[in-house]
């Protein structure tokens, strides 16, 4: 069954620490979504507060409507993937995942299905003590499709994979929400993700500051211009004004515009210009500068 995720209005605050501010975004079924932000940005907040391992300050993130702790079935309905887990190294993949499914009240029989889904039989009797980091990754992708769920949430999934790690990752994704389901992957960098992804939801600093699909980012960046002006706010008021788009890029402005017609809109409110340039570098400098990251 499609189930979507909805995150409403979601504000975690630890003491006076805002680590999500009122994040509001969907994740469509059948779309592989990357959850994207620099470090502290709030990403494994949220994926926390939407297993209900965290309890919110403000707002609601639920599955299909319902919040995880009231879901009929979460195990059939929700994969999760928190982290590279902490597995005992002395047990096997095999009995890992045995004792994962019986505390979970699923059929010991899913054991060798998802085992073989991850393509880890071969190795399913060696002591995880002894796994890379690309197998410990794929035992935990193991463990979250255990229930057969509708939706995965995985944290960081490609973090220290080569790449073909991340191919292997990427066209797993892909099978599994092209049958409809629904994929939330979350990373730090846009570049190890862009290939597996349909959206993206970008934060930085607890505050959402992107969602929609790649595609529309991508053709945001075409048309980017970077901008700093003497009086920035002025600035960014008369092209407010003037009905363009603009955004914060940390110590600079990001418009949604060609430097042509920056320049002219500068120009006619009698603004003076100290850098006017087309942003270039493609997607990852894009989503750098939007999340206030160096590059
Ligand atoms: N239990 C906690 N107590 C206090 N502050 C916290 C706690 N958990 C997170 N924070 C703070 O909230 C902010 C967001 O942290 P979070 O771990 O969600 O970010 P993230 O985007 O997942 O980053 P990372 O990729 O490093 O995990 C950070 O400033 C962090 O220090």
Known sequence: MPVSIEIQG???????????????????????????GPNGAGKTTTLRILLGLVTATAGSATFGGARYGDLPSPLGTVGAALE?????????ARDFLRVHAAGGGIDAGRVDVVLQMVGMTTYADRRV?????????????????????DVLVLDEPTNGLDPEGIR???????????TGRTVLVSSHLLAEVQQMVDDVVVLANGRLVYSGTLEELASREQVTTRVRAADAAALAAALTAAGIGVRDGGGELLVDAMPETVGQVAFRAGQELHLLAPLGGGLEELFLRMTGGER
């Not at 620490?17 to 994207?36: I, K, N, Y």
């Not at 590279?84 to 096997?92: C, D, L, Q």
Request: a positive charge; charged letters at 20%.
């Open 168 to 178: 292997w990752t990427r066209e797993f994704l892909r099978a599994f929400a092209g």
């Open 129 to 149: 003590g002894g796994y890379s980091l690309g197998m410990r990754q794929r035992l935990g992708l193991a463990a979250a499709l255990l229930g057969d769920p």
């Open 10 to 36: 979601v504000t975690k605050r630890f003491g006076e620490v805002s680590a999500v501010e009122d994040l509001t975004f969907t994740v469509r079924p059948g779309r592989v979504t990357g959850f994207l």
């Open 84 to 92: 590279a887990a902490s597995f005992h190294p002395g047990r096997s």
